[in-house]
Nanobody, 116 residues
Framework: QVQLVESGGGLVQPGGSLRLSCAASGIIFSIYTMGWYRQAPGKQRELVAALSSGGVTNYADSVKGRFTISRDNIRNMVYLQMNTLKPEDTALYYC??????????WGQGTQVTVSS
């Protein structure tokens, strides 16, 4: 059974940093594209960043230069380093695993709140 467990969310002041982590189990981690999505109240869920099995990254324009996605294929972990956080980054952040044939899975989410 696929399980994605996020951690690292919290309350941070504007300009601060957070590092989100996602622990994956039940999948052949290295062959999946791993991603982070977010959903703010009243808005649709949107892609924040994704990292393919081949190392190709994709970032939302709103986070380019501030966020970095990385993965550890030994520990089955994916990370999202978020710097220079803004109030508009406030959202529930979800870990996502995707494979063209094997399907996709979601974590339960971790809340990030950027406020002074």
């Amino acid at each position: 059974q696929v399980q994605l467990v996020e951690s690292g969310g919290g309350l941070v002041q504007p300009g601060g940093s957070l590092r989100l982590s996602c622990a994956a189990s039940g999948i052949i981690f290295s062959i999946y594209t791993m991603g982070w999505y977010r959903q703010a109240p009243g808005k649709q869920r949107e892609l924040v960043a994704a990292l393919s099995s081949g190392g190709v990254t994709n970032y939302a324009d709103s986070v380019k230069g501030r966020f970095t996605i990385s993965r550890d294929n030994i520990r089955n972990m994916v990370y999202l380093q978020m710097n220079t956080l803004k109030p508009e980054d406030t959202a529930l952040y979800y870990c996502h695993a995707e494979h063209a044939v094997l399907g996709n899975s979601w974590g339960q989410g971790t809340q990030v709140t950027v406020s002074s």
